[in-house]
């Protein structure tokens, strides 16, 4: 099993700023009995809100017993591979990355109602092959209790391989994880919600790896701007975007309209509309 020269006791971690209401503190007592009772787990470890919350109790549970495992590849944000390798090397925790190829999966370029399922399956899958390999008993992820109440064809794919969840398991809300993560001083506990790139293709529209990267890009501009959340959809040559109701003023000024518009069109957009309805997650 990998491991690093710190102990349990050589750990160093912050308290909590402040005081954290009764309720909140036993749900976080009760995520770290679930990982105490793991006896090594690796984590699949995004760089996101969740993630990176449930990496840093484990972490302060398990010490040289646990990793972080982060997958790599076109679909997932840029910037990820750079705030996964960052975050651990602060925190001197062990950083395995793998590269995942999803044009690979069966039922991916297609986009059918049930990719998400067989694109998890196939990552989760070859995580806890990763996994196996250094030895590690356990792998986790960072669902959440908000999340069962999406339709979310992956988490099937994650109970089939039983994959952990332990934030759910200790009935931990994201406003909880965010909670924790601003008392914790985590660097994401305001972190916007992002999820895999191809997300941003409706159904039975088919995937490309050149409108994935058109997509990326558009957001890695929008990220410039200072948006607490966005998403650009993808219409065939439409860019669709949304940002939350608050923020929609912003981007309708002629200055900021007009530079997105020159960025994306430049990428290969042919069109670039602005969603009113705002951002629906």
Known sequence: MTSTKETNDQIVH?????SIS??????????KGILKDMSSVAVAYSAGVDSTLLLYI??????????????TSFVFPENEKEEASDFTREHGIPLLFFEFR?????????????????????????LL???EKQGYTHVAEGTNVDDLSDDR????ALEELEIQSPLREAGLTKEDIRELSRQFGLPTWDKPSFACLASRFPYGNPIAEKQLSMVGQAEAYLATLGLKQYRVRIHNSLARIEVLPGEIHRLAEPEISAGITA???QLGFRYVTLDLAGYHG
């Open 14 to 18: 912050r308290t909590p700023t402040s």
């Open 263 to 265: 960025r994306l069109k």
């Open 102 to 126: 999803p044009m690979e999966v069966p039922g991916f370029r297609e986009n059918p109602p049930s990719r998400c399922y067989h694109c998890k399956k196939a990552l989760f899958t070859e």
């Open 153 to 156: 064809p992956g988490l099937r």
């Open 58 to 71: 484990a972490h302060e549970v398990l010490g040289s017993r646990m990793c972080a495992i982060t997958a």
């Open 22 to 31: 009764s309720e909140l503190t036993e749900k976080l007592n009760r995520l």
């Open 129 to 131: 092959s990763v996994a």
